[in-house]
């Protein structure tokens, strides 16, 4: 009987397959978090805070996987990482839910 070890990550290399994902996933979370700050400033609640709060993980979900596909982060550190912002952008998306619910509707000029 083999004794259990870890599966051994490849080592880094920058496949042009996966640095075009890379990169459209960047530009894509780059533009949601855009509009999301344009949106907050527009609205200035905390629910769209939430939101863009989401959309910071989610971005920073890219950076994370981009360290690890050039080696400056560890394959444990970017397992972690990844779980870590998948919670938070749960977390942050469940309260701006959650918030939006149970705040009382504001009436159109209303000063608030």
Same mark, same amino acid.
């Given at each position: 009987?083999?004794?259990f070890?870890?599966?051994?990550h490849?080592?880094p290399s920058?496949?042009p397959? &996966?640095?075009? $994902?890379? @990169?459209l %996933?960047?530009?894509?979370?780059g533009? =949601?978090?855009a509009? !999301?700050?344009a949106?907050?400033?527009?609205?200035g609640?905390?629910?769209?805070?939430?939101v863009? &709060?989401?959309l $910071?993980? @989610?971005? %920073?979900?890219?950076v994370?996987s981009? =360290?690890?596909m050039f !080696?400056?982060?560890g394959p444990?550190?970017?397992?972690?990482?990844?779980?870590a912002?998948?919670?938070?952008l749960?977390?942050? @998306?469940l309260?701006?839910i959650?918030?939006?619910r149970?705040?009382e509707?504001?009436?159109?000029?209303d000063p608030?």
């Open positions: 009987m083999t004794p070890r870890p599966v051994a490849a080592p920058p496949d397959m &996966l640095l075009g $994902v890379h @990169l %996933a960047g530009v894509g979370s533009l =949601l978090l509009l !999301g700050v949106a907050l400033g527009q609205r609640s905390r629910s769209y805070l939430l863009v &709060l989401a $910071v993980a @989610l971005l %920073a979900r890219t994370v981009g =360290l690890a !080696g400056p982060l444990e550190l970017h397992h972690f990482a990844e779980h912002l998948d919670a938070m749960a977390t942050f @998306l309260g701006a959650y918030y939006a149970t705040t509707p504001v009436a159109p000029g608030r």
